[in-house]
């Protein structure tokens, strides 16, 4: 969602149209598990987030080395991530609440709205999405100075492991901070990982890295059938993220990238529509958990593929609508507050 699919060549500055694409593929594979589809499609597009994640990390490389180059630094990087992240958020909270409490007439309790515009997934129903974000940019600077060498590489993974042994043993995970922050954290870090540094995985080593965590989701697979006797969904190793359902996300996810980045595909990607919705993906997920609340309150059939598609398209529109609005407003007076509502 956050940052623009555009690569610097020199003084020119190409746009990575597939990028587009699966920006606009992941945020409808994450629209689609809210609107209660088969168990068999909720687990096929479950390398949503895993996707959006890495892509945003990759086109973070780009944006924190300008950053660097100038005065700003670290700081203004820092800046800029809060201030396309958590404002536009919190300037939807402002008018979400104010349309729901109006609607339902009565208000939540104090602490909800708390959770809300702290981000945490116990707030509005799928907004947490935007402080993995956040934890991601946060990271980048971090991950930048350590580097991507063999050493880097076992640091992150024994970091990782740490994790998942904590985790295993259930350490912390009843403290909501702990299990907010650390337990995201490592995980969606090891995602920022790979993609800041996807740049600089030669081909043929990332096809073995992509092999090796299909052997991996495979292999887990199989070891939770066999404890359990049941194949498990992978969305239930999501909360937090588990090896299973990242092994699963990383696998699609560059093998996805690995597939759209053909130039022979490059054609079928230039498109303005798909441009358009990756430009104000963050908008129209957020106005899409809106469109959930009112279609919903409408007692609307419960049809999923009919459900998307409304939901997807209002999101879509009312997007447009402020755009436009905006756009009238802003002939008349430039207001920065204006900027956070844009995608």
């Known amino acids: 969602m956050p940052s623009s699919p555009i690569k610097s060549n020199g003084a020119r500055k190409r746009r990575l149209y597939y990028l587009d694409f699966l920006k606009t593929v992941g945020l409808f594979c994450i629209i689609i598990a809210h609107v209660n589809p088969p168990n068999c499609i ?10 959006m994640v890495i892509i945003s990390s990759f086109l973070a490389n780009r944006s924190y080395k300008k950053y660097k180059a100038t005065n700003d630094g670290t700081i203004g990087y820092y800046r800029s991530r809060f201030a396309r992240l958590v404002f536009p958020t919190w300037l939807f909270f402002i008018i979400y609440f104010a349309i729901t409490d109006i609607g339902t007439g009565h208000l939540h309790p ?10 945490t997934r ?17 990271l980048v600077p971090i991950i930048e100075r350590i580097g991507f060498s063999i050493k880097a590489i076992v640091t992150v993974i024994l970091f990782y492991s740490v994790y998942e042994i904590l985790y295993h043993f259930q350490i912390g995970t009843n403290n909501m901070f702990i299990e907010t922050t650390f337990y995201y954290i490592i995980p969606y870090g090891l995602l920022t990982y790979i ?3 996807l740049d600089k995985i030669k081909h043929k080593k990332l096809i073995i890295f992509i092999a090796a965590n299909l ?18 969904q992978v969305q239930a190793y999501k909360y937090p993220p588990r090896l299973y359902y990242l092994s699963y996300g990383i696998f699609c996810s560059l093998s996805l990238m690995t597939i759209c980045k053909n130039k022979r595909y490059e054609k079928y990607f230039n498109n303005k529509i798909i441009q358009y919705i990756s430009s104000h993906s963050m908008w129209i997920y957020l106005w899409h958990t809106l469109a959930l609340f009112i279609y919903q309150k409408l007692r609307l059939p419960e049809n999923w593929t009919l459900k998307f598609l409304i939901v997807s398209i209002s999101a879509i529109l009312i997007v447009i609508l402020v755009n436009k609005f905006l756009d009238k407003l802003e002939k008349r007076r430039h207001i920065k507050l204006f900027d956070y509502l844009r995608g």
Not at 42 to 51: C, G, K, Q
Not at 110 to 119: I, N, R
Not at 215 to 232: C, D, K, M, P, S
């Open 215 to 232: 052997i991996i989701f495979i292999a887990t697979a199989l070891y939770l059938h066999a404890r359990t006797g049941n194949f498990q």
């Open 122 to 138: 116990y707030g509005v129903d799928y907004v947490w999405i935007i402080l993995i974000y956040l934890y991601s940019a946060l």
């Open 42 to 51: 909720i687990a096929a597009r479950s390398f949503d987030v895993p996707l």
């Open 110 to 119: 104090a602490s909800y709205y708390l959770k809300s515009f702290l981000l």
């Open 195 to 197: 993609g800041y540094n």
